[in-house]
């Protein structure tokens, strides 16, 4: 940086380049400082991300004048075509209008990831580079760099066209996994349907049909390969006409589908079942699809039409699987609900999300994964004081690896006596795939498996968009998180929240973000950790819960040793030091201190007043906290600790209450005095 440069910045004429990083994550990219392109950051590539808390981190650590970097490919959901010669420039402006970007020598084009196979990082033609999986692309306002038209939205990029998709040996890209003889049983049932269709019948005809067809199919993990093979067949089985149509018109089809599906407009069950009714029922059949169709009692109802609502649990997005019928219902002589169910007694509840957020390193995580261990383990009926229910556990992991998590795996199960990892705990690894894919294929591992409590670490990782955008955060809830329940999973989320700035409680602070990822969920702790060597004490306090009380603040001591991890709950909870002490809580540690006192004494000591002085000592009596000597100091009764019962005078010092030694006397009692002249302040007061 040159001299005038730095001098230009200090005096706030220029912003510090890598300040604008939040504004892009903001809109969906996943960023990364960088330094003559290369990263500046432990995790290169793989440390991008789009959590406004981690980047704020990388500034304050000192990264603000390096240059923003994006990844591409599947992981960073974008393409970027660099064309970095005239020509190829003007070539790509005329096909593809303006650049996303401009650089000293061209322009960046910046595309939506077709998610159909790998798009490889690698010169397409002289002057025309593409940069995907594992790529990385440097943007404005790094130098040399200007947006054309501001920062777009990832997800209003157009998709990247066929003519860059990385080149395959096959027509289609993707794997064969299904075995011939479902793929036959499909093409018949298809042939059928298909040729009792009129040739060239408007609106619904053959092609039409394809169409709908292939987004039935794509929309749930059929690969493009496979669908190619069946919609091949099933053409060449009705009649020649079809059978050469289908060479051409079938890898097309499935292509243009592919990119529908990718921008959210492609149709499926409901078209299909308008042209060929029955078919969605026989292809559920032969590939296991699960429906759940609820249409009420149509017998008991006027006659009319009834409209379905369409979801999917598949990578796609693509919303044509019947679920259930819009229609009122009475609850007038329904039968009654029976109790409701939690996996975690009052902390997480049967078929409804719960959330643990905090600050980094607190522990969340590790947490999270002895919690899933102990309720997937035969034999452990609690965790932490609270009973829990022995279920199957999917661990999705948005942020690490299979190897790193294993690892942690290892060392919890061994702190918790367990000879092996449970068998009911399964873990997906997300980091590499797109949420949409993450989520489709967590939903339906859920019901493969039976899962029913699967903990998503973390949402800063998984939420794909903005999590300060009330839309985006409910988007997220409605579409990725409701199949995890519908499949049968209660989702545990781990989320993140915001730094602690100047004049700031940490108490205060919520997951970061929209409102609404604490209103989306039923129950909600907030983590506080305390570090001490090779220990952390994580303190849990339930912020909020819809369908129970909320539980006292609770602290767990994490012990980190070789192989070995420990996790065992504390007697009482780590002192919140957000919190004022209560009356009570000044009047015991003012005892604490004297070790022995009367109420005058503690009065003194404390400036409280002396009826509530009385109280409170006498509150602490019953409890049990403090005892009655038996003593006294002249007519006055002396309390004390358990472990103060040594007789002798009872004495404020300068250094106790900052006033000259003094002993107070009070009228006797044979008993304490009664709380019937000022209730106890509760906590916080």
Not at 642 to 648: D, L, P
Not at 660 to 685: H, I, M, T
């Amino acid at each position: 940086m040159s001299i005038n440069h730095a001098e230009q910045v200090r005096t706030g004429e220029i912003q510090p380049t890598f300040w604008a990083a939040p504004e892009i994550a903001k809109a969906g990219y996943k960023v990364f400082p960088v330094k003559d392109k290369e990263p500046t950051v432990a995790g290169s590539f793989y440390a991008a991300t789009d959590d406004i808390s981690e980047i704020a981190a990388w500034i304050e650590d000192g990264h603000g004048h390096h240059d923003v970097a994006i990844a591409t490919g599947v992981f960073g959901r974008v393409v970027a075509i660099d064309a970095d010669t005239p020509e190829k420039f003007e070539e790509m402006k005329a096909k593809y209008g303006p650049p996303t970007y401009t650089t000293k020598r061209g322009g960046h084009w910046l595309f939506l990831h077709p998610r159909n196979g790998k798009v490889i990082s690698s010169k397409i033609a002289p002057g025309l580079d593409r940069k995907g999986d594992g790529g990385i692309a440097v943007v404005p306002p790094s130098k040399g760099r200007e947006w054309t038209n501001g920062i777009p939205r990832v997800k209003d990029l157009p998709v990247l066209p066929e003519e860059f998709w990385s080149k395959t040996k096959g027509p289609t890209p993707g794997e064969r996994t299904m075995g011939q003889e479902r793929k036959d049983a499909a093409a018949e049932v298809i042939a059928k349907h298909v040729g009792a269709l009129e040739p060239n019948a408007s609106g619904g005809g053959r092609h039409e049909h394809l169409t709908h067809l292939c987004g039935v199919m794509l929309g749930r993990n059929v690969s493009l390969v496979d669908a190619e093979d069946i919609l091949k067949a099933a053409w060449g089985a009705v009649d020649e006409e079809l059978s050469e149509r289908a060479e051409r018109e079938v890898p097309n089809t499935l292509a243009t589908t592919q990119q529908a599906i990718a921008e959210d407009r492609a149709t499926g069950v409901p078209s299909m079942e308008k042209i060929t009714p029955g078919l969605f029922a026989e292809l559920k059949e032969i590939f296991g699809w699960e429906v759940q169709i609820t249409v009420g009692d149509t017998h008991s109802k006027p006659q009319g039409e009834v409209r379905y609502r369409y979801r999917s649990l598949s990578s796609t997005g693509v919303s044509n699987e019947p679920e259930e019928s819009i229609q009122a219902i009475s609850f007038s002589g329904r039968e009654k609900p029976g109790p409701r169910g939690w996996i975690v007694e009052n902390s997480i509840w049967e078929g409804h999300a719960a959330s643990w957020f905090g600050e980094g390193g607190v522990a969340k995580s590790m947490l999270a994964m002895h919690l899933a261990l102990t309720v997937a383990a035969e034999g452990k009926d609690y965790w932490m004081g609270f009973q829990v229910k022995t279920v199957p556990v999917l661990y999705l992991d948005f942020e690490l690896d299979a190897d790193e998590q294993h690892r942690r795996a290892l060392d919890l199960a061994v702190g918790m006596g367990l000879s092996d990892i449970p068998e009911n705990f399964y873990y997906l690894s997300a980091a590499m795939l797109p949420p949409a894919e993450a989520f489709g294929l967590a939903a339906e591992e859920c019901r493969r498996l039976g899962v029913k409590l699967i903990i998503v670490d973390s949402v800063g990782f998984a939420l794909d968009g903005d999590s300060e955008s009330a839309r985006d955060v409910l988007g997220f809830y409605r579409a990725r998180i409701q199949p995890l329940k519908d499949a049968g999973a209660s989702p545990l989320l781990i989320d993140h929240q915001a730094k602690i700035i100047k004049g700031e409680k940490y108490s205060d602070k919520q997951a970061f973000g929209s409102v609404y990822k604490t209103n989306a969920v039923r129950s909600a702790f907030q983590i506080r950790g305390h570090h001490e060597q090779s220990e952390i004490t994580a303190t849990f306090t339930h912020k909020k819960n819809n369908f129970g009380w909320k539980e006292k603040d609770f602290s767990v001591k994490l012990a980190f040793a070789v192989g070995r991890v420990t996790v065992n709950r504390l007697e009482a909870p780590r002192p919140n030091p957000d919190r004022e002490p209560s009356k009570k809580e000044l009047v015991q540690k003012a005892v604490e201190e004297m070790g022995r006192a009367t109420t005058e004494t503690v009065q003194t000591k404390t400036g409280l007043n002396l009826q509530t002085v009385r109280n409170a000592v006498s509150e602490l009596i019953r409890e049990g906290a403090l005892k009655d000597t038996g003593d006294k100091q002249g007519q006055h009764r002396i309390v004390a600790t358990h472990s103060h019962t040594t007789k002798g005078t009872v004495t404020v010092t300068k250094a106790q209450a900052d006033t000259s030694a003094l002993q107070y006397e009070y009228e006797d009692r044979d008993s304490p005095p009664a709380c019937d002249v000022e209730e106890f302040p509760g906590d916080g007061e």
